[in-house]
């Protein structure tokens, strides 16, 4: 008998209904690959929750274990990249989706796929980050390229008590810019200082049919909610100002006018992380090493156990989970 280890698997009947349940699976199920890796820690980010939920079509071959992202130990590899021992972790690339993924003991990947855990950063560490958080450094870092320096004004970061919104409060607070957090958890205002950010501002003043053109209020923003909220932040963004669009919380919409970026010049800068070029992810995740405060980290992560995995997706879409959930396997 071959040896087996524990795994969540979604499949589909033949009325496309999904179902998830938790299995053994051994590495003869595991897709192709020449990197075999012992997953250490795992995250279940807002994605995870529609695979696992099945409330949008994020799986796209049955049966599939989910999780867009891990980090753990190569146990093999005929990539020359990787060798046995290397610490490594992985956001993406359609793992998780068409490709077995993270919640599983192990996951056999490509080589190419993977970036080196970087120094003084523990597993649990790089999953308390997760793909949320990077792409919460993605969406600093185009900001940044379009120019929008603290000195420039206020950015406004939506869906603020979550995963990407948390730690892109943490991360701007660091860099010294001033944060205005929208959240419709005004519960949660003192978590939100306590990681940087300025001024709180109830997610309603944002979430109504938008006018062309609002107040001015930010040089930039980072969004997580899209939809109204997104049209909203475009329509009182400053002059030449910029926006980092990376989520769908409110839906997939776009319902604005052009007269932000015709009238005011402002860009709309789009962020994905799936996908994202190799060298833009190392850069990121060096970022994310160096300027991460370590104690804001702790402040915004919980630890659950494999056993809790289905429980949290279903959480995340409901929207009360705060900042991110790390699973240590
Ligand atoms: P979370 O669920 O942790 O955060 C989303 C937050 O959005 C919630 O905490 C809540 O914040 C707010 N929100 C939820 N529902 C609504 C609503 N109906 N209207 C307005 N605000 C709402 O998810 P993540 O941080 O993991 O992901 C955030 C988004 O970014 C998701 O859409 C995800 O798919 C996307 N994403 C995209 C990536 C990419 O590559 N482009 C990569 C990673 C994530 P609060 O309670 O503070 O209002």
């Not at 990407?164 to 205005?180: D, E, K």
């Not at 040089?219 to 910029?242: E, F, I």
Request: with cysteine; net charge negative; proline share 5%.
């Amino acid at each position: 008998m071959p040896e087996t280890f524990k795994a969540i698997l979604v499949s589909r009947d033949e009325d496309k209904k999904q179902s998830v349940a938790v299995t053994e699976i051994s590495e003869a199920d595991l897709m192709e690959g020449d990197v075999t890796v012992a997953v250490e820690a795992t995250t279940v980010n807002y994605k995870d929750g529609l695979a696992i939920t099945g409330k949008a079509p994020v799986i796209r071959r049955f049966p599939l274990v989910p999780g867009i992202d891990f980090a753990g130990t190569v146990l093999e590899s005929s990539n020359p990249e990787w060798k046995k021992g290397d610490k490594v972790i992985l956001n993406g690339w359609g793992v998780g989706e068409t490709h077995h993924g993270a919640y599983a003991e192990r996951a056999r990947v490509k080589g190419e796929w993977l970036v080196p855990l970087p120094e003084g950063m523990s597993p649990r560490d790089a999953m308390a980050v997760g793909t949320a958080g990077y792409t919460a450094m993605l969406c600093v870092m185009a900001l940044e390229r379009h120019g929008i320096t603290p000195d420039r004004g206020p950015v406004v970061v939506t869906g603020a008590a979550g995963g990407v919104g948390s730690v892109a409060i943490s991360i701007l607070s660091r860099l010294g810019y001033h944060i205005i957090a929208s959240t419709g958890r005004t519960e949660e205002e003192s978590y939100l200082r306590d990681l940087g950010a300025t001024e709180i501002i109830s997610r309603d003043e944002l979430s109504g049919p938008a006018k062309p053109l609002g107040k001015e209020r930010w040089a930039g923003g980072v969004d997580a909610v899209g939809s109204h909220t997104l049209a909203n932040v475009l329509s009182m963004t400053n002059y030449g100002g910029a926006v980092a669009a990376c989520g769908l919380a409110q839906g997939m919409d776009l319902p604005a006018s052009v007269a932000p970026f015709i009238l005011r010049g402002v860009s709309l800068l789009g962020i994905d992380s799936v996908m994202a070029p190799r060298e833009l992810r190392l850069e990121a995740w060096r970022r994310i090493a160096t300027e991460l405060d370590h104690a804001k980290l702790a402040a915004l992560s919980t630890t659950i156990g494999f056993a809790g995995i289905i429980d949290a997706a279903h959480r995340i879409m409901d929207g009360t989970i705060r900042g991110r959930v790390v699973v240590e396997m």
